[in-house]
């Protein structure tokens, strides 16, 4: 069964970091354009990142930029995304979801695959 999993949500501080996982499982990731988005409570779901394979090209949210990276391992197998200098408004429930499209964007067109999410909270 193709799915992806994310992990690594958790409880953290203002100004903290923490990564996520999405891993892939059933297939690799090599052509795939992997993106990362997050849904607040009460609000509409947004595009935080992406990493487009085999380039590795990235594209990030100017909310995130310079505070998020995301990476991808050499197995192709699983991406991350770290994120630091994190904020109160950063916490949401974070997904990354993978397509077979050639281009790095922040919209859901050409995602196949999704994950459940995963929770993060950033709070004192």
């Known amino acids: 069964q193709l799915q992806l999993v994310e992990s690594g949500g958790a409880l953290v501080q203002p100004g903290g970091s923490l990564r996520l996982s999405c891993a892939a499982s059933?297939?690799?990731?090599?052509?795939?354009?992997i993106r990362w988005f997050r849904q607040a409570p009460g609000k509409e779901r947004e595009g935080v990142s992406c990493?487009?394979?085999?380039?590795?090209?990235?594209y990030y949210a100017d909310s995130v930029k310079g505070r998020f990276t995301v990476s991808g391992d050499n197995a192709n197998t699983t991406v991350y995304l770290q994120m630091n200098s994190m904020k109160p408004e950063d916490t949401a429930v974070y997904y990354c979801?993978?397509?077979?499209?050639?281009?790095?964007?922040?919209?859901?067109?050409?995602?196949?695959?999704w994950g459940k999410g995963t929770l993060v909270t950033v709070s004192s």
């Open positions: 990493i487009s394979n085999p380039h590795g090209s990235t």
């Open positions: 979801a993978a397509g077979l499209v050639y281009y790095c964007s922040l919209g859901s067109e050409g995602m196949d695959y």
């Open positions: 059933g297939f690799t990731l090599d052509y795939y354009s």
